[in-house]
Each structure stands twice: as structure tokens, then as C-alpha cells.
């Protein structure tokens, strides 16, 4: 395990927004996307009860801006040995204690994404698949 390691899940607000996320992998390496590329898209019902929004972090600090960590190429400074503002703000948030935070998409800002740490959500939360049972024929 790498240093400052922790596991984190992303989850896109809307269908359309977990798209743009994903095409920005294909755009950053060059990837050119296949025509018919498989895809599962699921919905989750979240309930935790102890997240932070960096949506409204101007609101309580002035720097780092959600600009700021936005326009990070995290690639190349995980690469180099580097951890991003926005990796060790999210690293300081689960520190803290939170289940995970809310931060605007990095490829549109009308969108949100959920990040929560998986082995630290507390007794009460819960993250699942609407529709698990379903889901399952089409991953046959």
C-alpha cells in the first residue's frame, strides 16, 4: 500500500455527468473511444450522515479554490511521487472523520460528485444499487 493511501468511491450526480467524467480518461491519454464500448450505468440510493461540500468551500476558506484543485493534472503529479491539493484535502476530510464529501465535476460544473471512503462509513450509512436484483442479467 502506498503512502497516504485510502480508498475512495466516485459516484457522478447524473448519467450525463458520469459520462463526461469517464471521456475525459479517453481525452487525456489519447484514447480513441470505440463505437460500441460496453457500458453499465447504475443507480445508487446514499445515506450518510456525515459528509463536507467542498461546493461551498469558498464559503469558509479562501485557498485552495475548487479552480485550484480542479485544474490539477493529478496524473502527472501522482506519477512524480506528488499528492494533489485536492487528494490531501480529501485525505484531511477522511482524517477528520467524514464519510466522504461532495465536489463539483471536474468536467462540468453544473454537476457533483460523491466521494466516499468505504471502510470508514458509519454504522448507519448506507450505499446501494437501486435495482441490484436486476442488474444482475445483464451482467451474465
Known amino acids: 500500500m502506498q503512502p ?7 459516484a457522478a450526480s447524473t448519467e450525463t455527468i458520469a459520462l463526461k467524467e469517464s471521456r475525459r480518461v ?12 460496453p457500458r453499465v ?14 461546493t461551498k468551500l469558498h464559503c469558509v476558506i479562501d485557498s485552495p479554490t475548487i479552480q485550484e484543485m480542479l485544474s490539477e493534472d493529478w496524473e502527472k503529479l501522482n506519477a512524480r511521487g506528488n499528492e494533489t491539493i485536492a487528494q490531501a484535502l480529501g485525505r484531511a476530510i477522511r482524517d477528520l472523520n467524514f464519510e466522504g464529501l461532495i465536489a463539483p465535476s471536474s468536467r462540468d460544473q453544473r454537476g457533483r460528485n460523491l466521494i466516499w471512503f468505504p471502510d470508514d462509513l458509519e454504522a448507519d450509512s448506507r450505499i446501494e444499487i437501486v435495482g441490484k436484483e436486476n442488474l444482475k442479467q445483464w451482467l451474465a
Open 4 to 10: 497516504n493511501y485510502c480508498k475512495a468511491v466516485h
Open 41 to 54: 450505468s447504475v443507480e445508487l440510493s446514499a445515506q450518510l450522515s456525515h459528509l463536507i461540500d467542498l
Open 26 to 37: 479517453y481525452d487525456y491519454y489519447g484514447i480513441l473511444k470505440p463505437k460500441n464500448n
